[in-house]
């Protein structure tokens, strides 16, 4: 393919959809199909078959349209352009929309209200095409533009102004820490080396996040894409994937689509007919969260123990095999077409000053609409909960609302209206992280989620720096004996102690962000730590506090008795 | 060997460009505390008592492995790193079982010797008392997993100046254990040349020759350098 | 010990043992015997075998030539490989944050206390493991928990009991039928 043909494709495919009657869009994302999608996507084709309808009629199962508590979702779009969204849809009832909707006739089931705060409060750039093509036919992304960036950068543009561009529209990395992108790209780029790598981390390890996953799976040509024109930005010529393991529609669907782009010219050898090549292969994680952080992701992907090593060197000087590697989230690389499509200031203009664009969120735990949504940068956290999230399901409170996993914190009600940006969350001890966005209400009981993620660092540690491999034990140790009733008041500056330390000596960025949670939820929920070791009282109700401090066991009296004459 | 100035503790020193921080200091004999380094293996930055400050870098450095750069104003010691680095040595104390008083290498301890001199006199952290096993498979050495530090002294040495590769680390976090081959006995290992260098190199008494009782198994470790030295630079040396 | 030689000598019992092994050649072939990709082998011999013994090991490591501590090493770092053999029937219970809050972690402990199991093991009879996973990428079903694979969202303790059950005693029924 050339950029011509690109967009001959491009205008054939638009123009059959367009004679289509209907188009029924029936998501087929994991949290729908386990909701029963299957049985409704059958029960539509046994339809169309035996009315003969397939002519004018098109089932597309997509990706991820957003609203994933509310599935099976099906939407469908006449010939007019008119959209109608119906959630839970059984089989039956989905036989009965198609129905009517042939015959014209109002339907009896109630869709969703469009002016539904969930869809219009957001802004989809990332997901502009998620829930809107089937993501394993080709076709129906080249017809939205996919690839059309691809071929405006190859032909028109030199790799610096690509990088440039990237820097101009000021996007950040979106895998957590928010280094600006263009000025990474521009690292790799002026790195002289023989031969440069792409990687694209999807390792998605932030427990309660599903962002990249969603992209991989609703619209992988996007993904591909952007690392394409990373690769010709930097001068690489082979990319990788990386993939967590526990994504298998993911990885599947990334192969068939880097498969069906090869087999058209827009991956492999000289791309859309430039002399550009650009090959991409898949690497399948095998559980381990510390594989996210990008030196342990590199050592992975040479089939190792997926240890950190120190930094520097960086990536972009000494990645993988010892060559310079570009190392980006995927969701960083879905924002690079539009930029590049749209331009940097159309980008720009989306979000606060520091902060541009959007963020895709995994909004999920005590809200009534649980889903994925794509938000502009700076949007208050009360109106993602209460205006898209709809609120606490059964009256509930609003407690906390985690961000950034195990990397994060909490943070409380009476910060609710504070933008959401990178500067902001990380102001209030929080990360904005990958996306992950936890509503919590009264009941969860915060030493408690502490300890969770406290557990969640311990398993997953490394092993390789002793403040992490021992450190995160013994703060699980501390928080444990919070939660059971056997802390007496000096075992909390124990533990803050060693957050510290930890926080400060660890090799790696899980040990270095690991006290996060518990410095967090001390400094603003103090009080129910004070509760838990005093009053023995759990407010939430949640830990039993079954146990005694050990000085306080009748068999130590002795000892204590000794232990107060030497003070 | 192009040189390069730096300044340790307010002192300008010169070392040789791609040194570490930590052999610019050795060289000029500034201590430094280290369990994971050894002359002669790659660094590895794990047990993280070389942390130094760097002007301008916002976090600690390892010295084993960073590399010094002209211009840097390195301090080795302050109360903050001394402070934690005696938690450090807590934290590796609590972790496995070193009951000194009955080690085939108590007074002759690189662990022990450590905790003196950074005056670490108590632990405060619960012992995590693991239960583990002491293999006395082999026909000379045995390995007490009760007194590893995981520094992988033993890995390093074996893949890179043995060769044999026999050691590897399995599991991971707290649960890392050094094994042989795929976690057979040690004795059975197809791999292992018996030459005893990781015995040589490990810090406490988790490596030992069978036989020695406690307090008798003396480590030297400075064979390494000579024979690396005659290895690669042909230079035997006395 | 014997090391193993090529599969082609290796006794084709009618458990297929040949076959599986060739299913690890094929993948090794596919790499190139390239000792970068000893995970992606690893992959297949999980996928193919259910677990990873030491034979399948120490065959690994002598293909792609390597130290066998160090696919060893390799094999034990990450989660998705097991080295002791799988029960019949797979419950895998999401422990990530969302499912945590909504309730997870009770679920496991009722799961724990029905089959007299710990998270993480297998029932004596080889009929069930209760693993569990941190964050299946399905929060908006939390508290969700796969089952052989299956994806089920929105569960409580009652609700995976009686799958569970329904799976097991399905098994005992086939089993009858045989007799
Ligand atoms: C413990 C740990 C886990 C991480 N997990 C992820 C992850 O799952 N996905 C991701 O994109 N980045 C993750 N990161 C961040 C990466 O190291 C890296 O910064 C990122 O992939 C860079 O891409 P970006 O600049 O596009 O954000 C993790 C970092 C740490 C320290
Ligand atoms: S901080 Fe934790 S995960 Fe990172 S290197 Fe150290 S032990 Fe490993
Ligand atoms: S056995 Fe000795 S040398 Fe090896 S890791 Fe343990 S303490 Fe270090
Ligand atoms: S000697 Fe530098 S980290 Fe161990
Ligand atoms: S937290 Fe359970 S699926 Fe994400």
Redesign the pocket.
């Known amino acids: 393919m050339n950029p011509t043909s690109l967009a001959e494709q491009a205008a054939q495919e638009l123009q059959r959809q367009e004679q289509l009657k209907l188009r029924l869009f029936l998501c087929y994302s994991t949290p729908c199909v386990a909701a029963g999608a299957e049985p409704v996507k059958t029960a539509l084709e046994e339809l169309l078959a035996k009315q003969d309808l397939a002519a004018d009629l098109e089932i597309v199962a997509t990706g991820c349209m957003g609203p994933c508590s509310r599935g099976p979702l099906l939407r469908i779009k006449n010939a007019d352009g008119e959209e109608q969204t119906f959630e839970k849809v059984t089989p039956e009832q989905a036989k009965e929309i198609l129905l009517h909707s042939i015959a014209n006739q109002p339907v009896e089931t109630t869709a969703l209200p469009a002016d539904l705060p969930f869809f219009v409060r957001q802004t989809r750039i990332v997901l502009s095409n998620s829930g809107e093509i089937d993501p394993e036919k080709i076709e129906h992304g080249i017809a939205r533009g996919s690839y059309s960036a691809l071929a405006h950068v190859l032909h028109e543009m030199s790799a610096e102004e690509v990088c440039a561009e990237i820097k101009q529209s000021g996007l950040r990395?979106?895998?957590?820490?928010g280094?600006p992108?263009g000025l990474?790209w521009n690292l790799v780029r002026k790195s002289p080396a023989e031969r440069k790598y792409v990687v694209a981390?999807g390792?998605?390890?932030?427990p309660g996040a599903y962002m990249?996953r969603t992209i991989m799976e609703s619209d992988p040509h996007r993904v591909l894409e952007g690392m394409a024109i990373a690769g010709y930005a930097v001068g690489a010529e082979q990319g990788y994937i990386y993939v967590r393991g526990e994504y298998p529609l993911a990885a599947a669907r990334l192969v068939k689509a880097i498969k069906a782009a090869e087999r058209r010219g827009l991956l492999g050898s000289r791309v859309l007919g430039s002399n550009f090549n650009f090959r991409i292969d898949l690497r399948i994680g095998a559980g381990a969260?510390?594989c996210?952080?990008?030196t342990a992701l590199m050592t992975s992907i040479m089939g190792r123990r997926g240890q950190p090593v120190p930094r520097p060197p960086y990536p972009a000087q000494s990645g993988l095999w010892g060559y310079p590697t570009l190392?980006?989230?995927?969701e960083?690389y879905a924002n690079i077409a539009p930029i590049m499509q749209q331009g940097a200031d159309w980008f720009a203009g989306f979000g606060t000053e520091k902060s541009k664009g959007t963020k895709v969120f995994a909004l999920c735990g005590e809200v009534v609409n649980s889903g994925l949504i794509e938000v502009p940068m700076g949007i208050s956290l009360r109106d993602i909960v209460f205006e898209i999230g709809g609120g606490l399901p059964d009256g509930g409170k609003f407690k906390a609302a985690q961000t950034g996993g195990p990397?994060g914190g909490c943070i409380p009600a009476e910060h609710l209206d504070t933008p959401v940006d990178y500067e902001s969350l990380k102001e209030l001890g929080s990360i904005m992280g990958?996306g992950g966005l936890i509503v919590m209400n009264e009941s969860s009981c915060m030493p408690d989620v502490a300890k969770f993620f406290m557990g969640f660092c311990m398993e997953e540690s490394c092993g390789k720096c002793v403040p992490c491999r021992v450190g995160t034990v013994e703060m699980y140790e501390l928080l444990t004996r919070i939660t059971d009733g056997s802390a007496m008041l000096n075992d909390l500056e124990t533990l803050e102690q060693l957050c510290r330390l930890v926080q400060e000596t660890s090799l790696?960025?899980?040990g270095m962000?690991a006290p996060n949670p518990v410095l967090n939820t001390l400094h603003y929920y103090r009080d129910e730590y004070l509760a838990h070791i005093q009053e023995n009282n759990c407010p939430a109700g949640v830990c039993q506090l079954d146990q005694i401090p050990l000085l306080k066991l009748p068999e130590h009296a002795a000892e204590l008795a000794v232990f107060k004459e030497e003070h | 060997m192009p040189v390069i100035t730096l300044t340790i503790n307010d002192e300008l020193v010169s070392a040789r460009s791609g040194q570490s921080i930590l052999e610019a200091c050795r060289d000029h004999d500034i201590q430094l505390p280290t369990l994971c380094y050894l002359d002669g293996l790659s660094a590895r930055g794990g047990c993280r008592l070389c942390l130094v400050d760097v002007a301008g870098s916002p976090r600690l450095l390892p010295a084993c492995t960073t590399e010094a750069l002209e211009n840097m104003v390195v301090t080795t010691h302050n109360e903050k790193i001394d402070r934690y680095r005696r938690m450090i040595l807590e934290l590796t104390f609590a972790e496995r079982n070193h009951t000194c008083a009955v080690c085939v290498s108590n007074e002759n301890c690189e662990l022990q010797s450590l905790a003196a001199e950074l005056g670490m006199d108590h632990v405060r952290y619960d012992y995590l008392n693991p239960e583990l096993n002491l293999d006395t498979s082999h026909e000379r050495y045995g390995v007490d997993h009760n007194r590893c530090l995981l520094c992988l002294r033993c890995v390093r040495v074996c893949d890179e100046v043995e060769g044999a590769h026999t050691w590897d680390v399995m599991g991971r976090g707290v649960e890392s254990r050094v094994i042989t081959d795929l976690n057979r006995p040690w004795g059975d290992s197809e791999s292992c040349t018996d030459c005893g260098k990781c015995v040589e190199v490990c810090p406490t008494g988790a490596l030992f020759d069978k036989g020695s009782s406690v307090a008798e198994m003396k480590k030297e470790a400075s064979f390494l350098r000579r024979i690396l030295d005659g290895r690669e630079k042909r230079q035997w040396q006395r | 010990m014997t090391a193993p030689t090529a599969p082609s000598t290796k006794i084709n019992d009618d458990t297929g043992h040949d076959l599986k092994f060739q299913l690890i050649d094929k993948a090794l072939k596919k790499c190139q015997f390239q000792q970068d990709a000893l995970i992606e082998v690893l992959h297949t011999a999980q996928e193919t075998f259910g677990h990873l013994d030491e034979e399948i090991l120490d065959y690994v490591s002598l293909q792609l030539k390597l130290p066998p501590s160090w696919v060893y090493g390799v094999a034990t770092f990450y989660n998705f490989f097991t080295l002791d053999p799988q029960g019949e029937h797979v419950c895998v219970v999401c422990l990530g944050t969302a499912c945590y809050v909504k309730g997870a972690g009770e679920i496991v402990t009722r799961l724990e206390e029905e089959f007299s199991i710990k998270a993480g093991a297998t029932t004596e009879d080889g009929n069930l493991s209760l693993l569990t996973a941190r964050c299946l990428g399905n929060c908006s079903l939390a508290p969700m928990l796969t089952l052989d694979g299956e994806v089920h969202g929105k569960q409580t303790a009652e609700s995976v009991i009686a799958a569970l059950k329904a799976k097991t005693t399905q098994k005992a029924a086939l089993e009858e039928e045989k007799v």
Do not use: A, P
Request: glycine fraction near 24%; hydrophobic fraction near 15%.
């Open positions: 990395g979106r895998g957590g820490g280094y992108t990474k981390n390792d998605e390890g932030d990249d969260f510390v996210g952080e990008e190392i980006n989230n995927v960083s990397s990958s790696c960025g899980l962000t």
